[in-house]
């Protein structure tokens, strides 16, 4: 009985020590919900696209990601059977999808796009909005 005394003693008397609180994990980046929930279920999870009822371009290991130019036009007018997100997203938001898949899926692009690179490149959205281009 004492040594149990004792032993809830020394265990009362040290702080948590043997319990480092976790750490938090990393903030998710702010493109990735964008890209599961809009461009995911085309260019799939793992950003391979795929063929069926028309060809969707992989965006892994894309080398056309290279100029942060190119993706700011398609993500904004569109291309092929890819609508246009310009007006259903914002500028912020494209920009963080942009980044997400240019530093995800094999891609590694350091150079970042922003808000302000979108309004000043992008394609400005249809004036009848998505029915109209």
Known sequence: MR??????AVLAATPALAQTPAKAPPAPHPGAEIY????QACHMAN???????GRIPALAKNGALAAATYPILVVTGGK???PWFRGSLTDTQIA???NYVRSNFGNRYKD???AAMV????IAA???GMGER
Do not use: S
Request: aromatic share 0%; with cysteine; charged share 15%.
């Open 3 to 8: 040594v149990v005394l004792i032993l809830a």
């Open 36 to 39: 599961q929930n809009v461009c």
């Open 47 to 53: 950003a391979g696209g795929g063929e069926g009822a």
């Open 80 to 82: 092929g059977a890819m």
């Open 96 to 98: 963080d999808v942009i």
């Open 112 to 114: 970042k796009v922003t």
């Open 119 to 122: 309004a000043e490149q992008g």
């Open 126 to 128: 249809p004036r009848g």
